[in-house]
């Protein structure tokens, strides 16, 4: 984890510095810039492993930014920002983000957060490299690749984001089984919740719109009333591993 790429994006520069000097601290890599266009170019060159991204830059926003980020890359993105108000953060999330923070905020919680992002990515990536070639999880319809880490619907791949795919795979793994907000939220995220599991419904309603013929009456992935979600397998339907 130590070496880590950051990439810092805010036109705040007492608040660029303060990230840098916190990151560093704890032996990560920081590159920063205070825009949005700058931030994109930066992200296919210097290819970090996590970006802490503000919403309100002066020239494109961070939502903007984050949706051209998301065509070349599906690195970890923190939202971080001023506003607090529940349709930017949706928004945010809906967008491609990751998870967000609000200012003000403790540097440290900041680290925290980063940490548990990277440990998260470092644990994902190697338990899939420790899959064998060819794994793939089949269900009617629906085939996720996972060394390869696709997700084809009807023959038709479609782009899922990092954690979009981790709770696919996470679910469908387990299928039919009920698992809580917050333990998934947990599981995927890789911190708890303290309570605010938006996070999580967002993400599930992206993967909703990407996976399912009818988001409005999903066919996969279930809400379980007064506990969480699951990934449904229907009498008859098939299911294959291998």
């Known amino acids: ?23 560093e601290r704890e032996g990560f ?13 930066l992200a296919g060159e210097l290819q970090p492993d996590l970006i802490i991204l503000d919403i309100s830059l002066k020239s ?11 065509t070349i890359s599906n690195v970890p993105i923190l939202f971080i920002s001023c506003k607090s108000d529940d349709t930017d953060i ?3 999330l809906t967008v491609g983000g990751d998870d967000y923070m609000t200012k003000p905020f403790s540097p ?30 089949s269900f009617d319809g629906l085939v996720i690749d996972l060394p390869a ?52 419904m967002v993400h599930i309603s992206n993967l909703r719109k990407k996976i399912e013929p009818d988001p409005t009456n999903p066919m996969y992935i279930i809400t379980v009333r007064g506990i969480g979600y699951k990934f449904n397998i229907k009498e008859g ?4 591993q291998r």
């Open 1 to 23: 984890m130590s070496g880590s790429k950051i990439l810092v994006v805010d036109d705040e520069s007492d608040i660029t510095e303060l990230i840098t000097l916190y990151m």
């Open 29 to 41: 890599d920081v590159h920063s810039t205070d825009n949005g266009e700058d931030a994109i170019m």
């Open 60 to 70: 494109i926003d961070g939502f903007e930014v984050c949706k051209q980020i998301r």
């Open 90 to 92: 949706i928004h945010g």
């Open 108 to 137: 440290s919680q900041l680290v925290a957060r980063v940490k548990a992002h990277l440990r998260r990515q470092s644990v994902v990536m190697q338990s899939f490299a420790a899959r064998e070639n060819g794994e793939l999880l």
């Open 149 to 200: 880490r696709t997700v084809q619907i009807r023959d038709k791949e479609v782009f899922l984001s990092t954690k979009e795919f981790e709770l696919l795979v996470h679910l469908a793994k387990s299928p039919n089984r009920a698992f809580a907000l917050d333990d998934l939220y947990t599981i995927i995220w890789g911190h708890d919740s303290m309570g605010d599991t938006r996070t999580l």
């Open 237 to 240: 339907s098939t299911y294959v």
